[in-house]
Each structure stands twice: as C-alpha cells, then as structure tokens.
C-alpha cells in the first residue's frame, strides 16, 4: 500500500504561483514514479508530469513545459509540483499518483497505469 496527500492548493490570479506538495509513504516500489495529474470540471483527467523519484528523470505534458516544474525530496519522500504562469486553464483539481516504474525503469504516464492516488487537492486561477 502507497499513502499520498496532497497539499498547497488554493485560490491565485492569473500570472500568479503556487507549489503543491505530495507526501508520500509505504510501499518504497510504487513511489518510485510520482505522477502529477488533473481534472477540470467536465473534462477527464489527463497527466501533468510525472518524476522517477529513484533517478530524477521528467516527464511533462506539452501544455505545461516551461510553467510547471516536478521536482523531489527523497529525504522528506515529497514530490513537488512548481507551477508558474498560472492561467485560467490550470484550475482543476490536482492529483498526485504512485507507481512502479517497468523493468528498463521508466515510469509510465498514463493514468491507468498508476496504481496509487490522492485524494486531490483544488487550484483555482482567476
């Protein structure tokens, strides 16, 4: 079992920052991806980005490269998301996710294959 909380939501104008954190605990295998996702009202979630916490690799969906930033703290075992620029777009409920990367230890970005949530956390951009 894998234990994921969100936190560092809230309310931000446009062009404004937040950073949200994702603590995580247990199985040490299915937190070495952390995947941030999210979902804005009446659309499905799809993935932000994604860390291999045990090697630090990225991935990041085009509509956020060069504004959201993944980042990790294996000694406080808390994945970080830095989102900047924010837009009206941004606001969604976000999620952090765990998974077990493949055997080449790469971690998957598809929401299916993360076995693991949060309970979410809400980012409004006004």
């Known amino acids: 079992q894998v234990q994921l909380v969100e936190s560092g939501g809230g309310s931000v104008q446009a062009g404004g920052s937040l950073r949200l954190s994702c603590a995580a605990s247990?199985?040490?295998?299915?937190?070495?991806?952390i995947g941030w996702f999210r979902q804005a009202p009446g659309k499905e979630r799809e993935v932000v980005a994604v860390?291999?916490?045990?090697?630090?690799?990225?991935y990041y969906a085009d509509s956020v490269k060069g504004r959201l930033t993944i980042s990790k703290d294996n000694a406080k075992s808390t994945v970080y998301l830095q989102m900047n620029t924010l837009k009206p777009e941004d606001t969604a409920v976000y999620y952090c996710?765990?998974?077990?990367?493949?055997?080449?230890?790469?971690?998957?970005?598809?929401?299916?294959?993360?076995?693991?949530w949060g309970q979410g956390t809400q980012v409004t951009v006004s």
């Open positions: 247990g199985n040490t295998n299915f937190r070495k991806c």
């Open positions: 860390i291999y916490t045990a090697g630090g690799s990225t």
């Open positions: 996710a765990g998974a077990a990367p493949d055997y080449g230890g790469n971690c998957p970005t598809r929401e299916a294959s993360f076995d693991y």
